[in-house]
């Protein structure tokens, strides 16, 4: 929960760089369930029900997810780092089944510090925002976001922080007694504000998943999605007015001439053309020198080093 929360707008080791911090913080997270698991013999009995209660096509699909990516690392430029990624994701799948035990002992009390947590995470980093852009409107030096520093080595790593949390605000409004309008009020302020921060960050990819999201919850939920589907399209359009007060200087935002101008949303599909067996996502997947370059050079406050 501290990691969802303070991550995204705090520094906690900002001496080795926005993306050392969090990769560091990462694999400590991962390390510590790890050592919990093989600490507790309780976890692991919890863990194991849990396993040990999927159906068959899952156990078919999580083996041939682990079987290729142990062929694909020993086929790989740079073996050692890709069975450090391999392992990544394993530990990624306890981690899973460690909350999945929670999540069925106490369902209620798992969701409320869930999104509790998630709340507090988009509020902390609105205080972040808020300060760097009241900073530039008194200071015209100082660039507006995400020019004046996003607490991310890339932008696209905040679209990705930003793709997970907008559907849960979602559901957290939702969740919020009616009678409560404050709170339901400020948390639609915050779904405003990650889709103005959507447009100004100029991305398409959380714009494409949350259309496919939306399509997906319609057709699963029917009925039952509506609430959630009107939430989202009353943010996105308090989103679109937020942008145009606090970013544009006229005209459409820039991401709507990214779609207009086409182009390929997967471009990393040459790299698949070129060996399909390798998988994709990694610099492992690359060609064997660039491979070896990606896996080799240092990185230093959050670059790589030239």
Not at 70 to 99: C, D, N
Not at 134 to 147: A, F, Q
Request: aromatic content about 12%; some cysteine.
């Amino acid at each position: 929960m501290g990691y969802i929360i303070f991550a995204p707008s705090l520094s906690a080791l900002p001496d080795i760089g926005p993306f050392n911090e969090k990769r560091a913080l990462q694999i400590g997270l991962l390390l510590a369930v790890g050592a919990v698991f093989l600490a507790f013999p309780a976890v692991r009995r919890y863990w194991l029900v849990e396993v040990c209660n999927l159906h068959v096509s899952p156990w078919w699909g999580l083996g041939l997810v682990l079987t290729g990516g142990v062929l694909s690392s020993l086929r790989a430029p740079a073996t050692f780092y890709a069975f450090l990624e391999v392992g990544h994701f394993l530990l990624l799948f306890v981690m899973a089944g460690v909350i999945a035990a929670v999540v069925r002992r106490s369902p209620q009390q798992t969701d409320r510090w869930i999104l509790g947590a998630v709340a507090l995470s988009t509020m902390l980093y609105a205080v972040f925002f808020g300060v760097g852009y009241g900073m530039h409107l008194t200071n015209e030096e100082i660039k507006i976001w995400p020019s004046n520093g996003t607490n991310y080595a890339n932008i696209r790593f905040f679209n990705h922080y930003q793709t997970w949390t907008l559907p849960l605000l979602g559901g957290i409004l939702l969740s919020i007694p009616k009678d409560w309008n404050i709170a339901r009020g400020g948390v639609l302020g915050l779904i405003a504000l990650w889709w103005a921060l959507i447009f100004a960050s100029n991305v398409r990819g959380t714009i494409v998943a949350m259309g496919v999201a939306a399509v997906g919850v319609g057709l699963l939920f029917r009925r039952h999605a509506k609430p959630w589907l009107l939430v989202q399209a009353a943010g996105l359009l308090a989103g679109i007015g937020l942008y145009y007060l606090l970013f544009s200087t006229g005209g459409s935002p820039p991401v709507v001439e990214k779609f207009s101008e086409g182009g390929d949303v997967f471009q990393a599909s040459p790299v698949m053309e070129d060996k399909p067996g390798d998988g994709l996502g990694t610099p492992l997947a690359g060609s064997r020198t660039n491979a070896l370059r990606m896996a080799t050079v240092p990185v230093r406050n959050g670059r790589k080093s030239p």
